[in-house]
């Protein structure tokens, strides 16, 4: 089994956590709505993550809704001391699964009761605050209303700490001036690099970077050069395109989501690959000139 210490480790507020981690949200059903196909086999992938030294847990009450945090309770509680469950709220589903804004003060609130109760948690070690401008995107707009009644959570003791999710350089400067914030969810891949200047800024600034869809999310990566690099490598693509944001930036923390007992032993294999210079030089080409 493959160490996962070997990736490194780094702090997220009081906790500190192993750089290679695993997000939750494939355990819902299709389209994130409803519950699994296989329950048991939902179970299983989140067992074998802890058993395999996964200590970040990435979710949201609102996969499924409530599904996929009722299946890490019914999985894992009690949790290991060591366990970082990180969640987000700011958005709720319609009644055919559609993803709608839900950031009042009154909406906060019950979200992160909702994601205590379905957890079985007195407080949330860290809640990203999801931004909703464009659902696909990070977007301009004030978030003051929003992170102002996150930070209230927090003082009442619901919250320990406090990340943002789809959002601007210009909000996370907004939000730091109303809260810490120890985290930034948006979405980057080898493929998809909007974000990079804003993970540097962030890296000098202590704050972790987990990117969504570190694998391509809903259409998984498909690349030449990945492919060609890892038959080089005799690594799967999958595990060259984790290990490329590994080496990244140290901030950078993972939470490939997978269904599969199978493709999550894949995934947590990558926390021991060391990419050669060539071969970074080579996948870098992906995000920029090379479509791959
Ligand atoms: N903040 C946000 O707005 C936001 C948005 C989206 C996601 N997230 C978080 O980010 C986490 C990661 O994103 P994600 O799960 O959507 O996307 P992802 O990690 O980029 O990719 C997941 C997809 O890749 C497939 N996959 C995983 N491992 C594989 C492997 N080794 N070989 C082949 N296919 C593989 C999965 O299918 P299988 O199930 O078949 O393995 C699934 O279709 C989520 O779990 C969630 O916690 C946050």
């Given at each position: 089994m493959t160490d996962l210490s070997k990736a490194g480790t780094f702090q997220l507020g009081d906790r500190t956590v192993k750089r290679m981690g695993y997000g939750a949200?494939?355990?819902?059903?299709?389209?994130?709505?409803?519950?699994?196909?296989d329950r048991a086999g939902a179970i299983a992938v989140l067992r074998a993550a802890v058993e395999a030294g996964v200590d970040h847990i990435d979710t949201s009450d609102f996969y499924g809704p409530h599904v996929t945090n009722q299946i890490i309770r019914e999985a894992l509680?009690?949790?290991?001391?060591?366990l970082t469950i990180v969640t987000k709220i700011g958005a709720k589903r319609g009644p055919e699964g559609s993803w709608e804004l839900a950031n009042s003060p009154a909406e906060l609130r019950g979200a992160v009761e909702d994601n205590l109760r379905n957890l079985g948690?007195?407080?949330?070690?860290v809640v990203n605050l999801r931004i909703m401008f464009d659902v696909h995107g990070p977007a301009e707009g004030s978030i003051e209303a929003p992170m102002t009644a996150l930070a209230e959570l927090q003082r009442a003791g619901l919250v320990k700490h406090i990340g943002l999710s789809n959002v601007t350089p210009t909000q996370i400067a907004e939000g730091r001036g109303i809260a810490d914030i120890v985290c930034v969810q948006n979405q980057y891949n080898i493929a998809h690099r909007s974000d990079d200047a804003l993970i540097d800024d962030l890296a000098k600034d202590g704050i972790a970077y987990v990117p969504f869809f570190?694998?391509?999310?809903?259409?998984p990566l498909q690349s030449e050069t990945l492919s060609a690099v890892a038959a080089k490598l005799g690594r799967t693509p999958m595990q060259v395109a984790l290990a490329w944001l590994l080496q990244r930036s140290p901030n950078i923390l993972l939470i490939p989501g997978t269904s599969s007992v199978e493709h999550l032993r894949e995934n947590l294999a990558a926390a021991d690959l060391a990419l050669p210079a060539e071969a970074i030089a080579e996948l870098d080409r992906i995000g920029t000139a090379d479509a791959g």
């Amino acid at each position: 089994m493959t160490d996962l210490s070997k990736a490194g480790t780094f702090q997220l507020g009081d906790r500190t956590v192993k750089r290679m981690g695993y997000g939750a949200m494939q355990l819902a059903g299709p389209g994130v709505f409803g519950p699994p196909k296989d329950r048991a086999g939902a179970i299983a992938v989140l067992r074998a993550a802890v058993e395999a030294g996964v200590d970040h847990i990435d979710t949201s009450d609102f996969y499924g809704p409530h599904v996929t945090n009722q299946i890490i309770r019914e999985a894992l509680a009690p949790y290991p001391d060591d366990l970082t469950i990180v969640t987000k709220i700011g958005a709720k589903r319609g009644p055919e699964g559609s993803w709608e804004l839900a950031n009042s003060p009154a909406e906060l609130r019950g979200a992160v009761e909702d994601n205590l109760r379905n957890l079985g948690l007195d407080a949330m070690d860290v809640v990203n605050l999801r931004i909703m401008f464009d659902v696909h995107g990070p977007a301009e707009g004030s978030i003051e209303a929003p992170m102002t009644a996150l930070a209230e959570l927090q003082r009442a003791g619901l919250v320990k700490h406090i990340g943002l999710s789809n959002v601007t350089p210009t909000q996370i400067a907004e939000g730091r001036g109303i809260a810490d914030i120890v985290c930034v969810q948006n979405q980057y891949n080898i493929a998809h690099r909007s974000d990079d200047a804003l993970i540097d800024d962030l890296a000098k600034d202590g704050i972790a970077y987990v990117p969504f869809f570190p694998l391509g999310g809903f259409s998984p990566l498909q690349s030449e050069t990945l492919s060609a690099v890892a038959a080089k490598l005799g690594r799967t693509p999958m595990q060259v395109a984790l290990a490329w944001l590994l080496q990244r930036s140290p901030n950078i923390l993972l939470i490939p989501g997978t269904s599969s007992v199978e493709h999550l032993r894949e995934n947590l294999a990558a926390a021991d690959l060391a990419l050669p210079a060539e071969a970074i030089a080579e996948l870098d080409r992906i995000g920029t000139a090379d479509a791959g």
